[in-house]
């Protein structure tokens, strides 16, 4: 059996299978799927779905791959068990209403024993067919010759999820020996095929040849399809002859880092080896997940990520890591992967700047939080209990940052129990608590208990007048009632009545003026919030003395409010805009509405458009043409549903509502401000849409003024970009920067047909620069050329003159490097190939590649080791002919 190392395993499978014809699948990005036991897959799986269901016609019915996948269903068992693990890749080859059976077994077998390939014992190998599938059996027996002692009929082989396509299994297992076997020659397990480590599975081909259908029968499906899987960590395991996945160079380098970290060995038999694993297959799922865009949080996908962090932190604390070391693994993994996944080490920095932030925030309270655990555990042991309270585990929760997986864990490490009933109703009680802290002040709050305390009423009545008269009833300074404040202090006053609109709901509190009778400014409104009761606290800015009992005129700034309320009008039409163009499932998220401009929070899944954006731009300006009315209503909150309004997020609604409708186009729930008629709005624009975190994306907007100061700043940079081109006016401006264009069309071709003639001058002369070792004719030169394009150039030119068995061309390019190499057929018929010399010479560069038997190429970033790497080349040549 060969002996190889991941990334080659890895080549070898999907060159194997671009011979037989197959579109080999790169990898691409997980993305999340509604799967009870996978969390995330690789997006070319979720689309290998539609190409089994029919939905999508692939362009080659024949697909090979290579793909991550990431599973938390049974992360308790990581570390405990040889072979699960969090990610994992699947190698798989797949037929989509082209060859069946007999090819899919047949390939399988060449794949696993031909000398070209993994060349395994074939008297080591055994298979698993299902009892009805008697043309699998006769396959395995006739076509490939296995004899019948190695043919298992087994009840479980048919794959069958459900409705959908379905049908028989076959499953290849590897004898690894007697040494393997866990268990006693009678075990009813002890076959290939049973639960036992010595008949060990390594790929299985599930023939898709049925349809299940809903009344739970089964029609033979008129185009079958082949669905193979083979777990790369276990055939390496196998490979590689080690007891478990962890010891294979997937995991052992990461291993090894965590023992130099530690300062602990990782040995057979040690009780630590289980934190060594876990850390290991922890960080590889963490570095993946974060590179492709999961982001740890409290809540979905996020959580479980956060919880993968943490376990692998706790870890980390049993091998006596006490200070944030994971960042320290993702460098690791991505030089384990870069061959097949160089996006590990492309995303490096932004991967470790999120699992640091994770890991110096558990950090700060990990250590008191495991100290009171232990604590409460020797106490729970003293007094002879085995359930840990529910109290407890909140407490662990709430003050240290505990998932309440990990009080598992540590509990049951100590045979202790824990009551999560108990738990559920703590974090229940909990929730009530937030709902009705919700208006807890920000920088310039007083103690709850003293807000508490206000007992008047105030009256808002902003949603028609911006000018009143109110009695001063409550003033607040320096967290104490007062009866009057002087000129200079910054308080806080509740009116009887009040214009002042407090901030809520996204809208931004109102400012304003406060005057006396003669009409004089005594008091600037700064800012206007809720206290706990409800009632608007103005913040503001004494110009002159205040007296508790006096009657005051409250002003609201008219022009502000208006330019708050045109923005604030312009989120509901853009929610349902929203929901017109993505779907209903773009729901509010939260927004925060100012003067300048509108932000606009809402869930949705993947990439917004710029054809979307416009439409939904379209869709605004639209309905602010068409002079709609707005109008409110005060009602139950039946009959505003029954209207068909929809509530908000992160909103909390009384036994009434208010409901805003803009005609029938939108209802919402909303106690804030807006115009009277959409025309009052002017005009809106979407100035940018981001993504602000897992299904969250953000627009930003303008409307009325803001937009106005917008346009302007742009025809600003367009003026200025004219007068830099010269233009006329900006109307030119296409025209000026089409010129340019061409100009700069024209003398790029012109610059690369001078440097194809230089290239071609230059390869005459490295082309007549041949050497010869062990009747191998070759050429190893370093070139000048503009880059591998060109590379590629001369050795296409090569190839056509056959000027030499072997072409190794060299560049060197400021702080890289760029090697190709190709084979004549004569070379690749004597053994020799392209990809295992690139691999050769590759790290004499500071680099790596890869490619066809033909032809190979790499990168590097050491340029001083090129010389070498083609005086190298020679000695290859010797050893491999």
């Excluded at 009870?36 to 697909?63: C, E, I, Q």
């Excluded at 699998?136 to 190695?150: P, Q, R």
């Excluded at 039946?638 to 409901?659: I, Q, S």
């Amino acid at each position: 059996m060969k002996q190889l190392n991941s990334s080659e395993l890895r080549q070898l499978y999907l060159d194997f299978f671009a011979e037989k014809n197959h579109k080999v699948e790169k990898s691409t990005s997980l993305v999340p799927i509604d799967d009870p036991s996978l969390l995330w897959v690789n997006s070319g799986v979720a689309t290998m779905k539609k190409y089994f269901d029919g939905s999508v016609k692939p362009s080659n019915p024949r697909l090979a791959s290579s793909q991550k996948s990431i599973r938390t269903n049974d992360i308790e068992n990581v570390g405990k068990t040889a072979r699960h693990h969090t990610l994992f890749e699947m190698l798989g080859n797949f037929s989509i209403g082209d060859y069946f059976k007999e090819e899919a077994i047949l390939w399988a077998w060449e794949f696993l024993t031909d000398e070209k390939w993994i060349a395994m014992d074939p008297d080591k190998l055994y298979v698993t067919v299902y009892p009805e599938d008697k043309e699998a059996y006769k396959i395995w027996h006739e076509k490939v010759g296995l004899d019948e002692d190695h043919i298992v009929e087994e009840e479980g082989n048919f794959w069958d999820i459900g409705e959908g396509p379905c049908g028989p299994n076959s499953e290849i297992f590897y004898d690894r020996g007697p040494a393997f076997n866990d268990l006693s020659e009678d075990d009813p397990e002890n076959y290939p095929g049973g639960e036992n480590e010595r008949w060990l599975e390594i790929w299985n081909l599930v023939f898709s040849q049925f349809n299940h259908k809903p009344d739970d029968t089964y029609d033979p499906l008129p185009n079958k399809n082949i669905d193979t899987g083979m777990g790369l960590e276990r055939m390496l395991s196998v490979i590689q002859n080690v007891p478990t996945n962890f010891e294979t160079d997937l995991f052992m380098p990461i291993i090894n880092k965590v023992e130099e970290i530690s300062g602990i060995t990782y040995d057979k038999g040690s009780e630590k080896q289980t934190s060594f694993k876990v850390i290991a297959d922890h960080v590889r799922a963490i570095s993946f997940a974060i590179g492709d865009g999961a982001l740890p949080s409290n809540e979905g996908r996020g959580y479980v990520l956060r919880r993968l962090l943490r376990r692998a932190i706790m870890h980390g604390r049993k091998l006596g890591i006490e200070k944030p070391f994971l960042t320290k693994l993702v460098p690791v993994v991505g030089e384990i992967m870069k061959e097949h996944y160089p996006e590990i080490l492309e995303k490096t920095p932004f991967i470790t700047k999120v699992i640091l932030n994770e890991e110096e925030r558990f950090h700060e309270t990990l250590a008191e939080g495991l100290s009171r655990l232990n604590e409460i555990t020797e106490q729970m042991k003293k007094a002879s209990e085995t359930v840990l309270s529910g109290e407890a585990a909140f407490q662990l929760y709430d003050t240290f940052g505990f998932p309440i997986e990990l009080t598992e864990e540590v509990a049951e490490e100590q045979n202790l129990t824990v009551d999560l009933e108990g738990f559920e109703s703590e974090m229940k009680k909990q929730r009530e608590r937030a709902r009705s802290a919700r208006n807890e002040e920000g920088s310039m709050s007083v103690q709850s208990d003293l807000l508490s305390k206000l007992k008047d009423d105030s009256e808002f009545i902003g949603y028609g007048n911006i000018k009143t008269e109110g009695t001063l009833e409550t003033i607040i300074a320096d967290d104490e009632f007062k009866e009057s404040v002087e000129k200079g202090e910054k308080v806080r006053l509740v009116f009887d009545i009040t214009p002042f609109y407090a901030e809520k709901g996204g809208q931004i509190g109102d400012t304003g003026a406060i005057k006396n009778k003669l009409g004089e400014v005594v008091a600037t409104v700064t800012n206007v919030k809720a206290a706990p009761a409800g009632q608007p606290l103005h913040e503001v800015e004494v110009l002159a003395l205040l007296k508790k009992g006096e009657v005051y005129t409250l002003e609201v700034d008219r022009r502000r409010r208006n330019l708050i309320e045109r923005n604030h009008t312009a989120t509901h039409l853009l929610h349902q805009a929203l929901k017109d163009v993505l779907g209903n499932h773009a729901n509010q998220a939260g927004s925060l509405v100012t003067p300048d401009q509108l932000r606009f929070d809402f869930t949705h899944f993947g990439q917004v458009t710029d054809n979307e954006l416009k439409q939904m731009e379209t869709i605004v300006n639209q309905r602010i043409f068409d002079s709609i009315p707005v109008t409110t209503v005060v009602t139950s909150i039946e009959e505003a549903k029954k209207l068909g309004a929809t509530a908000l997020f992160g909103e909390k609604y009384g036994d009434e509502v208010r409901v805003v409708m803009i005609g029938e186009y939108s209802k919402e729930f909303c106690g804030g401000t807006h115009v009277s008629n959409t025309s009052d709005i002017g005009l809106f624009k979407i100035i940018s849409e981001s993504g602000i975190g897992a299904g969250t994306r953000r627009i930003i907007a303008r409307t009325s003024e803001g937009y106005y100061k917008w346009i302007e700043n742009q025809l600003s940079v367009l003026q200025h970009v004219s007068d830099q081109l010269k233009a006329q006016s900006v109307e030119e401006l296409p025209n000026k920067l089409g010129q340019l264009q061409q100009e700069f069309k024209d003398l790029k071709q012109e610059n690369e047909s001078l440097s194809s003639k230089l290239a071609n001058v230059q390869a005459d002369d490295v082309f007549s620069q041949i050497d010869n070792v062990e009747g191998i004719t070759y050429i190893a030169q370093e070139v000048q050329v503009k880059d591998m394009n060109q590379l590629r150039q001369l050795a296409d030119k090569w190839k056509q003159e056959n000027y030499s068995d072997i072409l190794v061309l060299g560049l060197k390019k400021q702080d890289k490097v760029n090697l190709i190499v190709s084979m004549s057929n004569n070379a690749v018929n004597k053994g020799l190939k392209a990809g295992d010399l690139i691999k050769s010479i590759a790290p004499l560069v500071g680099g790596g590649g890869g490619g066809r038997p033909d032809m190979a190429q790499a990168g590097g970033k050491n340029p001083e080791g090129l010389s070498q790497a083609l005086d190298t080349v020679s000695n290859w040549i010797k050893v491999n002919s």
